[in-house]
């Protein structure tokens, strides 16, 4: 084997969440332990939920039940419990003084909150939600930045059965509405305002443009989060501290069934309206518990941040799967690099930060401000780093490990999806780790990567499929079954299509390699766009790339890149395109190289390849909800066919 990044110590492996599992199932190795979880799902699950210390009102008698079809597993049957019991109210009151949340803002002041506290506060607001008429299986719309309250709000409505709806912060006053219009959502909790590069954003005023379209929504309440003037309707609007007020700091959970929805992720489509994804207390306790304990080996000690937002499915599960395991997590509202590149590492640095999560191209960006080493921060407490989103590039990727990581830390590089609020793909600390690879499939995942025809291969690229149900994975669409069952389960019976290229090489290490959508076929051959950016961006002159592909009518499809030049650089196309073929081979040099300012992005940092061709073809732009520079597309100008 070669290429190894990362090795575990003995130390690591003695120390870890997954070794004390192991020990329970009597597995001896990491090789025995994913091959058993996923020849004995039953057993597994049961194990996990076991060690995680879950605690149900009333026991579940069925591991899973599959008399509906693959598509409708249901899983831990009978039992009822609720998230909040396990992420709040178990931890009390041995470790009430214990801090549960952190927040710190962009002009660099901090909030903390203990458990006992959360528990107090969420109560509060439960007892006001139900005040107001909410009740089980009403829809909680979250529009916030992330914030202390954020928090509370989304566990109170999960403590009294209904099911919360968070929406990314920055979406257009249209892309809020669709949301909680096909959500029937009742209430929306927002805030006056945020800071974003020292700049107001009045959010609230978003909020009031999306009520215009929305008569199921009665009430709207507003966090003083900048105490900034705003707008205001007194027969709809309410403080959200008058809200609260007066409110008793005692209710007892509602315990729900496992199967009961929790929580509604929306997810993007290329065209027509978001799909909402699913996710039940049971199945998202088993799923999302187990990556943070065994794959990120979190524990009650630990400080966890993920460079997320709350309408992001990282936002949730960073919040859920660091409270099941007693840990802080911590939130910052603000950019990662204002007002200065180095505002991130300062603040991980300076808050002991334990494990770190962001996404490779927020790395390349922040590679851009700061491209020498850092030897300013010694960034002692991390432990753990983690990335999802997109495939890595290598430079990229060394970076992030030898700089921030110091080359101690692993990459817990994950793949999953909204979906299943969780992953197919991801890396255990008890074995080692190939350079910008995943490792293997998560446990508990039955993941293959197969031909046209389903057939198993290795060595070269193919889809990424799921062979089994997992406990986390969506109970369908939001009122639009059918939709779910054919972007899922339509192309081959029985088998999860994820839409993500993926290899296994020769030593059984996976990698991904972008997505199948996205795939460009030039002569008959097909190539990843994450391929062609990583041989753009080795080169020191550029700092991000997008690649799409575009007609020609020798080759059926060429190749179109866009390229943001690094700080001071002045690319020379030319030389761009002989980098690819140095690389690639001349099959995939690119046909244009087209120099822009920026890439439009989700809040995320993943870049929207398919909104860069439309806009490059002249075709029509879809849904821009998830962009959030979406002016990046002003810089790009149609091509001449």
């Given at each position: 084997?070669?290429d190894f990044v990362?090795?575990?110590s003995v130390?690591n492996?003695?120390?870890?969440?997954?070794c004390?599992?192991m020990?329970?199932?009597?597995?001896?190795?990491?090789?025995d332990?994913i091959?058993?979880?996923?020849a004995?799902p039953?057993?597994?699950?049961?194990?996990v939920?076991r060690?995680?210390?879950?605690?149900?009102?009333?026991p579940?008698h069925?591991?899973?039940?599959t008399s509906?079809?693959?598509?409708?597993?249901?899983?831990?049957v009978?039992g009822k419990?609720n998230?909040?019991?396990?992420?709040?109210?178990?931890h009390?009151?041995a470790?009430?003084?214990e801090?549960?949340?952190i927040l710190?803002?962009e002009?660099?002041?901090?909030?903390?909150m203990t458990?006992g506290k959360?528990h107090?506060?969420?109560?509060?607001l439960?007892n006001?939600?139900?005040?107001?008429?909410n009740r089980?299986g009403d829809v909680?719309?979250?529009?916030m930045?992330?914030?202390?309250?954020?928090v509370?709000?989304f566990?109170?409505t999960l403590k009294i059965?209904?099911i919360?709806?968070?929406v990314?912060?920055?979406?257009?006053p249209e892309?809020?509405a669709?949301?909680?219009?096909?959500a029937?959502?009742?209430i929306?909790f927002?805030?006056?305002?945020t800071?974003?590069?020292?700049?107001?954003?009045?959010?609230?005023?978003s909020?009031?443009q999306?009520?215009?379209?929305?008569?199921?929504?009665?009430?709207?309440v507003c966090l003083k989060?900048?105490d900034i003037?705003?707008?205001?309707?007194?027969?709809?609007?309410c403080?959200?501290?008058?809200?609260?007020?007066?409110?008793?700091?005692?209710l007892?959970?509602q315990a729900?069934?496992?199967e009961?929805?929790a929580?509604i992720?929306?997810t993007?489509?290329?065209t027509?309206?978001?799909?909402?994804?699913v996710?039940s207390?049971g199945?998202?306790i088993?799923?999302?518990?187990?990556?943070?304990?065994?794959?990120?080996d979190?524990?009650a000690?630990?400080r966890?941040?993920?460079?997320t937002?709350i309408?992001?499915?990282?936002g949730?599960?960073?919040?859920?799967?660091?409270h099941?395991?007693?840990g802080s997590?911590f939130?910052y509202?603000?950019?990662p690099n204002h007002?200065?590149?180095?505002?991130l590492w300062?603040?991980i640095d300076r808050?002991k930060?334990?494990?770190?999560?962001i996404?490779?191209?927020?790395?390349?960006?922040?590679?851009?401000?700061?491209?020498s080493?850092?030897?300013?921060?010694?960034?002692?407490a991390?432990?753990?780093?983690?990335?999802?989103?997109?495939?890595?590039?290598?430079?990229?990727?060394?970076?992030?490990?030898?700089n921030?990581?110091?080359?101690?830390?692993?990459?817990i590089?994950?793949?999953?999806g909204?979906?299943?609020i969780?992953c197919f793909?991801a890396p255990l600390?008890?074995?080692?780790?190939?350079r910008?690879?995943?490792?293997g499939?998560?446990?508990?995942?039955d993941?293959?990567?197969?031909?046209?025809?389903?057939?198993?291969?290795?060595?070269q690229?193919g889809?990424?499929?799921c062979?089994q149900?997992?406990?986390?994975?969506?109970?369908?669409?939001w009122?639009?079954?059918?939709?779910y069952l054919?972007?899922y389960?339509s192309?081959?019976?029985n088998?999860?299509?994820h839409?993500?290229?993926?290899?296994?090489?020769k030593?059984g290490?996976w990698?991904?390699?972008?997505r199948?959508d996205?795939?460009?076929n030039?002569?008959?051959?097909?190539v990843?766009?994450?391929e062609?950016?990583?041989?753009?961006?080795?080169?020191?002159d550029?700092s991000e790339?997008?690649?799409?592909?575009?007609?020609d009518k020798?080759?059926g499809?060429?190749?179109?890149?866009?390229?943001?030049?690094a700080?001071?650089?002045?690319?020379?196309?030319?030389k761009?395109?002989?980098e690819?073929?140095?690389k690639l081979?001349?099959?995939?040099?690119?046909?244009?190289?087209?120099i822009?300012n920026?890439?439009p992005?989700?809040r995320?940092?993943?870049i929207?390849r398919?909104?860069i061709r439309?806009?490059?073809?002249g075709k029509?732009?879809g849904?821009?909800?998830?962009?959030?520079?979406?002016e990046?597309?002003?810089?790009?100008?149609v091509?001449e066919?």
């Amino acid at each position: 084997m070669e290429d190894f990044v990362w090795t575990p110590s003995v130390e690591n492996i003695r120390a870890s969440n997954v070794c004390r599992l192991m020990t329970a199932t009597h597995m001896t190795s990491y090789e025995d332990l994913i091959q058993w979880s996923v020849a004995n799902p039953a057993r597994f699950w049961d194990a996990v939920m076991r060690d995680l210390s879950i605690k149900w009102e009333t026991p579940y008698h069925t591991i899973r039940d599959t008399s509906e079809g693959l598509p409708w597993t249901k899983w831990f049957v009978g039992g009822k419990t609720n998230i909040v019991t396990n992420c709040i109210d178990r931890h009390l009151p041995a470790h009430e003084n214990e801090i549960a949340v952190i927040l710190e803002s962009e002009d660099k002041k901090v909030q903390k909150m203990t458990y006992g506290k959360l528990h107090q506060e969420v109560s509060r607001l439960a007892n006001a939600l139900l005040k107001e008429g909410n009740r089980a299986g009403d829809v909680v719309g979250i529009y916030m930045p992330m914030s202390i309250e954020m928090v509370i709000i989304f566990y109170a409505t999960l403590k009294i059965g209904a099911i919360v709806l968070p929406v990314f912060s920055g979406f257009a006053p249209e892309a809020l509405a669709t949301r909680l219009a096909h959500a029937e959502s009742k209430i929306l909790f927002t805030a006056d305002g945020t800071q974003r590069r020292g700049k107001t954003v009045n959010i609230k005023q978003s909020a009031d443009q999306a009520a215009t379209q929305l008569p199921h929504l009665k009430r709207i309440v507003c966090l003083k989060h900048l105490d900034i003037d705003v707008d205001w309707d007194e027969s709809r609007d309410c403080w959200y501290d008058d809200f609260v007020s007066g409110k008793s700091e005692h209710l007892p959970t509602q315990a729900v069934d496992s199967e009961t929805p929790a929580i509604i992720l929306y997810t993007s489509g290329t065209t027509g309206n978001p799909k909402g994804t699913v996710h039940s207390h049971g199945g998202t306790i088993a799923q999302v518990g187990k990556e943070l304990k065994y794959h990120f080996d979190v524990k009650a000690e630990d400080r966890f941040f993920w460079l997320t937002d709350i309408g992001w499915m990282m936002g949730p599960w960073m919040i859920i799967g660091v409270h099941l395991q007693g840990g802080s997590i911590f939130l910052y509202d603000g950019a990662p690099n204002h007002p200065t590149a180095d505002r991130l590492w300062e603040m991980i640095d300076r808050q002991k930060i334990t494990h770190l999560g962001i996404s490779p191209t927020a790395i390349r960006v922040l590679m851009r401000g700061r491209v020498s080493a850092i030897p300013d921060y010694s960034f002692n407490a991390l432990r753990i780093l983690g990335s999802t989103g997109e495939p890595w590039d290598e430079n990229s990727y060394n970076w992030f490990f030898e700089n921030i990581g110091k080359k101690r830390c692993p990459i817990i590089n994950i793949s999953g999806g909204t979906e299943i609020i969780g992953c197919f793909l991801a890396p255990l600390p008890i074995a080692p780790i190939k350079r910008c690879s995943l490792q293997g499939p998560g446990l508990g995942m039955d993941i293959d990567v197969v031909d046209d025809e389903a057939n198993p291969v290795r060595g070269q690229t193919g889809h990424l499929v799921c062979r089994q149900p997992a406990p986390s994975m969506t109970r369908g669409f939001w009122k639009d079954k059918e939709r779910y069952l054919n972007t899922y389960w339509s192309r081959w019976p029985n088998i999860w299509f994820h839409g993500d290229w993926a290899e296994v090489d020769k030593d059984g290490h996976w990698f991904l390699r972008g997505r199948s959508d996205d795939t460009i076929n030039v002569a008959g051959r097909r190539v990843g766009p994450s391929e062609v950016e990583s041989a753009l961006i080795g080169h020191p002159d550029i700092s991000e790339a997008a690649v799409i592909g575009i007609p020609d009518k020798l080759k059926g499809e060429a190749i179109a890149a866009f390229v943001v030049p690094a700080l001071g650089a002045d690319p020379d196309p030319q030389k761009m395109k002989a980098e690819v073929v140095s690389k690639l081979g001349k099959t995939f040099m690119p046909k244009s190289i087209i120099i822009v300012n920026a890439l439009p992005k989700t809040r995320s940092a993943k870049i929207v390849r398919r909104a860069i061709r439309a806009k490059y073809l002249g075709k029509p732009l879809g849904d821009l909800s998830s962009i959030e520079n979406p002016e990046a597309l002003d810089g790009i100008d149609v091509c001449e066919t």
